[in-house]
């Protein structure tokens, strides 16, 4: 069954500048001790489609303050979590980020993957989603692409926000595991980023597709904000992958 989701510009428009989606702040455990906070914007069908929303290196679940209303216009539930690599964007602070340094425990981009694995985790367990989408940006669009690999039977579709090697996971790199995922993924980056990704989307063995802006473009899913020049191309071509995902 594909999600039918076929929208013109004109359209778009329309549903962004009405998009008023209610949120709630929630909470749950990392696997090491770790609360991490998340905020739900969930649409009157709790069957819909959930998608996971990671933020990028320095941020928190800030970064889609925008985004997420307008994917729940689009028929999405939606989850974007703090990760504890990051300190907060557009007013809004990461929360788990500070339960990390309380408990004394480490910050840096890899540290952050018990926490993407607990959001996983929730999403399936806690709301029972049937068909879950996960979503990175910058250093967790890397994070994204190792979650796959690990957890494909979990995981209906991928979005990658600029992705790079920005680290390595038990030793390996991170296109050693885009090689190993099996299900559809969608990468984006500024125009210049397209180097830092190539190799990795080249190594992904199945379904995938691209996009890259025609000038410029922004690192990560502020691609997506209002005020990036060039976001209604980006948000077309993210609506036409959605559109695919069977």
């Known amino acids: ?49 959930y998608i996971i929303l990671f933020h990028q290196a320095g941020y928190s679940r800030g970064e889609y303050l925008e985004i997420a209303p307008k994917l729940n216009k689009l028929g999405f539930n939606c989850m974007a979590i703090d990760q504890r690599s990051g300190k907060g964007v557009n007013g809004v602070e990461n929360e788990t980020h500070k339960s990390a340094v309380q408990l004394n425990k480490k910050t840096k981009y890899p540290d952050a993957i018990p926490d993407v694995e607990a ?21 967790s669009a890397a994070l994204v692409l190792y979650l796959g690999s690990k957890y494909s039977n979990d995981i209906t579709g991928i979005l990658s926000f600029s992705p790079g090697e920005y680290f390595s996971i038990e030793g390996n790199t991170i296109q050693s595991y885009a090689s190993k995922i099996k299900d559809p993924v969608f990468i984006t980056s500024a125009k210049s980023e397209e180097d830092s990704w190539r190799n990795m989307y080249e190594a992904i063995p199945l379904e995938k597709s691209f996009f890259l802006p025609k000038v410029k473009g922004k690192h990560g899913s502020k691609a997506l904000w209002d005020d990036s020049k ?3 191309d980006y948000w077309n071509a993210v609506i036409e992958f959605l559109n695919n995902i069977n």
């Open 1 to 49: 069954m594909k999600l039918k989701i076929i929208i013109s510009t004109v359209a778009l428009l329309a549903i962004f500048w009405s998009s008023k989606a209610q949120t709630k702040t929630i909470q749950f455990s990392s696997e090491d001790g770790i609360t991490v906070t998340a905020d739900l914007y969930q649409i009157e069908n709790k069957d819909a489609p």
């Open 230 to 232: 060039e976001h209604e």
């Open 119 to 139: 959001a996983l985790k929730y999403v399936k367990n806690e709301l029972n989603a049937s068909k879950i989408i996960i979503w990175g940006s910058s250093y």
